[in-house]
T-cell receptor
C-alpha cells in the first residue's frame, strides 16, 4: 500500500525567509502533484511533476521530483503572508489511478 | 464552465439518519472521484467512476456508503445510518482520463461538510 509522508506537518516562518517542505512516498511512481488548500476552501492544483528530475516554478514556489529517492520538495523563497495555507503532495500509484495524498503541511507566514 | 459543484455545502444531521450528497463535475470530464477529509488530514480516497462505471472502492467505504453516477454525469454519495465518525468534509473531484501523461490532475469541488450529532 502506497504511503505518502510530508514533513514538517506544521511550519511557522517569518516573511522573507526560505524553507523547504518534503514529501516522501513508499512505492515507485513518477507522477507527483502539489496542491494548496486555504482554510475553508477546496484544493487547488499547483504543480504536476511527471518525470525524474522534473522542476516546476511559479512565483516564490519551486517543486522538484527525485523518483529514485522517492522524494519531492516544495521550496519557498522569500515567504510572504499570502503563501499561508496547507500544502499537500499527492502521488499517482500506477498511472491514471486515484491519487494518494499526504497529510499536508500547514504553513503560516508571520511578519 | 462553473467547475465542480457540490451540494449541499453543509449538512447537520442526527446519528442514524441518512444523508445524500450530490456532485456535478466539469462537463467534459469522464472521471469523477469522491474523497473524505477530516480535520488536519489529507483527502482520503473513497471511490471513483469512469463515465457511469464505478471502477474502484476503498475499504474505507463501508456498506453504509453507496455512490452512483447513473448517466455518467452527476454523482450522488449516500450515507445510511450515519455515525459520529462520519463527520468530515466530503470532496468531489473530476478529470478527463485518456489524454496521456499529466491527465490525472484533479479539479476539486468546494466540498460538502457533514456534521453528525
Amino acid at each position: 500500500e502506497l504511503k505518502v509522508e510530508q514533513n514538517p506537518l506544521f511550519l511557522s516562518m517569518q516573511e522573507g525567509k526560505n524553507y523547504t517542505i518534503y514529501c516522501n512516498y513508499s512505492t515507485t511512481s513518477d507522477r507527483l502533484y502539489w496542491y494548496r488548500q486555504d482554510p475553508g476552501k477546496s484544493l487547488e492544483s499547483l504543480f504536476v511533476l511527471l518525470s525524474n528530475g522534473a522542476v516546476k516554478q511559479e512565483g516564490r514556489l519551486m517543486a522538484s521530483l527525485d523518483t529514485k529517492a522517492r522524494l519531492s520538495t516544495l521550496h519557498i523563497t522569500a515567504a510572504v503572508h499570502d503563501l499561508s495555507a496547507t500544502y499537500f503532495c499527492a502521488v499517482d500509484p500506477s498511472g491514471n489511478t486515484p491519487l494518494v495524498f499526504g497529510k499536508g503541511t500547514r504553513l503560516s507566514v508571520i511578519a | 464552465d462553473t467547475g465542480v459543484s457540490q451540494d449541499p455545502r453543509h449538512k447537520i444531521t442526527k446519528r442514524g439518519q441518512n444523508v445524500t450528497f450530490r456532485c456535478d463535475p466539469i462537463s467534459e470530464h469522464n472521471r469523477l472521484y469522491w474523497y473524505r477529509q477530516t480535520l488536519g488530514q489529507g483527502p482520503e480516497f473513497l471511490t471513483y467512476f469512469q463515465n457511469e462505471a464505478q471502477l474502484e472502492k476503498s475499504r474505507l467505504l463501508s456498506d453504509r456508503f453507496s455512490a452512483e453516477r447513473p448517466k455518467g454525469s452527476f454523482s450522488t454519495l449516500e450515507i445510511q445510518r450515519t455515525e459520529q465518525g462520519d463527520s468530515a468534509m466530503y470532496l468531489c473531484a473530476s478529470n478527463r482520463a485518456g489524454l496521456g501523461r499529466g491527465a490525472n490532475v484533479l479539479t476539486f469541488g468546494a466540498g460538502s461538510r457533514l456534521t453528525v450529532l
